[in-house]
């Protein structure tokens, strides 16, 4: 698109994407292409089918110049500047080409390159576009309750704390919090979830997700500007501003690959003459025609294409990657290291069973039940919720004492009942619940004894509930041959237990934060590259400190989109296994567009220097064609058939 087509106040003309100007074609440079092709096939029929050749030459360079303007004008102020850019070598070959007779071949190179670059620069930035998108559906206006009424207002006019309304069918204008109504939301544009989520009062929606079935009134909490999804574009930009070792080597490259390439020409116009007895015009030509299949565009677009691609594939899938060199690294890790609560688990306790001695099971959850009724702990509102899915009575309790550190106790019926820890039970005269008791504990679960004062009727075991697809996400990552460790804050017997459930490989329990950190050093000194997967709040320490750090389930959470390379928004570790295969596979699409641009024009240059290859054919299937092979394998990334 031309700068006089955009508008540079409009936050998606810039993105790429625009609803007033649609999506960046390039009209100008359509009308000059049809133009300049016109003159040229004109000039190739005038030139070898009429008497009058000069006429043709004429056509001929005038379709060079409208065609090649940009890459000429490029090409003499690099040169003057003594900088040899690939834009330098067309303008030489062109103009060689011209001055050896060869008119119709230097405007083909001019007029065939020109195509090249703009179809490279319009195929490379469909992958940033399709991240611009994002902008468009989140909606411009909003309906606001104001003066006891509704009224439509644009989202830039919305404050915060006001309240919107969303009927079955509408998008959610702004990031706030439900205060009225049910109902499910697809978050599919945010989080990657295909299914919607169920949503109600109390819970956050967001910006651009769309409500499904019922009436939501919702708090704004964020202005338009620091929206989930303008946060997302935002984060997406910074990636693609970052450069990755593959990249940067390939610049390094490119700095002296260019002057190496002419002074090779050069050596080719003096050698083959001096030494073979090679015609001076022809050895020139062929020089020209190696500059031309030397230019290194598909080699130079081969790893930012591809790492475009890959980080908006991401992010269309719920993953932000806030650079090129962490979406590289994820596919080179040895180890991923996982924080286990809120990671592999739920941090949430339920109750996993209830035993009885000697009295039915039911009797323990009631009494437990009733103790509990009157507690905030968590083991309490596990218990408590146990017994409404199995309809338990709560029973009146009398007397009753929370004792700090072991349990309570209290008067049920008129006998002294109490729950809690094994030091609560310390004085009670039967000992029969010790070998069950140990048991349980040595298989990470948290058991809570409930008796009397003279003798245990019974016990619950509770324990994290484990994500449904962390051991999937575990067995797949280990089937990449990548070791898996877990490191967590609780006791050794839990943790222990938690990584034999899942299949992690490697467990350390009982660490403080800034252990962690010294853990996941230890772990980069003897694996080499580590990613890290956490939470995002309390494990920023060490999220910060690997090669790579994940943050899960972080969606809205400044803390976690500080600390992490890469944030997942949907709370799923099998996002993780997914990561991987993303980065294997934009990794090896690199390696492949490397490893064909070079033995492509490796090829055609050899060629070239025996006279084996013409001018035009080394622009359309050496540059041109190549190029556009290299995007093209470069926007596979982009299809769905990156498992997890």
């Not at 979830?193 to 967001?206: I, R, T």
């Not at 964020?222 to 970052?242: D, G, N, W, Y």
């Not at 596990?382 to 409404?388: L, S, Y």
């Amino acid at each position: 698109m031309a700068a006089d087509e955009a508008c540079p106040s409009c936050p998606r003309c810039r993105a790429g994407v625009c609803e007033v100007h649609g999506p960046i074609v390039g009209r100008r440079e359509v009308a000059v292409f049809a133009i300049s092709g016109i003159l040229l096939l004109a000039g190739i029929l005038v030139e070898y089918l009429t008497p009058y050749p000069l006429a043709g030459t004429v056509l001929l360079l005038a379709a060079a110049v409208i065609s090649g303007y940009e890459v000429l004008r490029a090409g003499f102020l690099a040169l003057i500047r003594l900088q040899f850019s690939i834009a330098v070598l067309i303008s030489i070959a062109a103009a060689g080409a011209f001055l050896t007779g060869n008119p119709a071949e230097g405007a083909t190179v001019l007029y065939l390159y020109a195509i090249a670059e703009f179809l490279e620069e319009y195929a490379a930035g469909r992958a940033e576009r399709s991240i611009a998108s994002l902008l468009e559906i989140a909606p411009q206006t909003a309906r606001v309750r104001r003066d006891g009424g509704e009224t439509t207002v644009p989202v830039s006019e919305v404050g915060v704390g006001e309240t919107v309304v969303t009927r079955p069918g509408d998008t959610v204008p702004l990031d706030g919090v439900v205060i009225a109504g049910a109902s499910s939301v697809g978050q599919a544009a945010i989080t990657g979830e295909s299914v919607p989520v169920a949503k109600g009062v109390g819970d956050g929606v967001y910006a651009g997700t769309r409500n499904v079935e019922g009436y939501l009134e919702v708090r704004v909490t964020k202005p338009e500007e620091e929206s989930t999804i303008a946060r997302v574009v935002a984060l997406v930009a910074e990636a693609q501003a970052h450069t990755s070792a593959t990249e940067a080597f390939i610049e390094r490259f490119s700095r002296y690959y260019t002057p190496a390439v002419i002074l090779l020409a050069a050596l080719l116009i003096v050698v083959p003459p001096l030494a073979f007895g090679v015609p001076f015009l022809e050895a020139f030509y062929r020089a020209l025609i190696l500059l031309v299949i030397s230019c290194p565009c598909a080699l130079a677009i081969s790893t930012p294409v591809s790492m475009v691609s890959g980080i908006t594939t991401a992010a269309h899938n719920g993953v932000l990657i806030k650079g090129r060199d962490a979406l590289e690294a994820v596919g080179l890790a040895k180890v991923v290291v996982f924080d286990k609560t809120g990671t592999l688990t739920t941090g949430r306790l339920e109750v996993d069973d209830v035993v009885g001695f000697g009295v039915p099971a039911a009797e323990v959850l009631a009494i437990a039940t009733s103790l509990e009724s009157r507690s905030g702990h968590p083991i309490a509102e596990a218990v408590r919720r146990r017994a409404e899915e199995e309809g338990a009575a709560l029973r009146d309790v009398e007397e009753f004492i929370s004792i700090t550190g072991r349990g309570v106790q209290g008067v049920i019926g008129g006998e002294t009942y109490l729950l809690g820890n094994e030091t609560l039970f310390a004085d009670v005269g039967d000992s029969g619940w010790r070998a069950a008791y140990d048991r349980l504990e040595r298989e990470g679960k948290t058991v809570v004894l409930a008796g009397t004062d003279t003798t245990a009727i019974g016990l619950i075991t509770l324990a994290d509930v484990i994500k449904e697809d962390a051991q999937t996400a575990v067995t797949n990552l280990r089937s990449r041959g990548i070791r898996t460790v877990m490191l967590t804050g609780d006791n050794e017997r839990v943790g222990e237990a938690v990584a034999r459930r899942i299949g992690i490989d490697e467990c350390h329990a009982g660490l403080l934060p800034e252990e962690k950190v010294t853990m996941v050093e230890r772990l980069m000194d003897r694996y080499g590259l580590v990613v890290m997967v956490g939470d995002g709040v309390n494990d920023a320490p060490a999220l910060a400190r690997a090669n790579v750090g994940v943050a899960m389930g972080a969606i809205g959470s400044d803390v976690a989109i500080e600390a992490a390379d890469i944030v997942v928004m949907e709370d799923n570790v099998s996002r993780v296994a997914y990561l991987v295969a993303l980065s294997e596979k934009t990794v090896s699409v690199i390696r492949q567009n490397v490893a064909a641009a070079l033995v492509v024009k490796l090829g055609i240059a050899g060629l070239a220097v025996v006279g084996l290859v013409t001018l035009w054919m080394a622009v359309a299937f050496g540059d041109m064609g190549l190029s556009l092979a290299v995007i093209a394998n470069a926007l596979r990334i982009g299809r769905p058939d990156t498992g997890s």
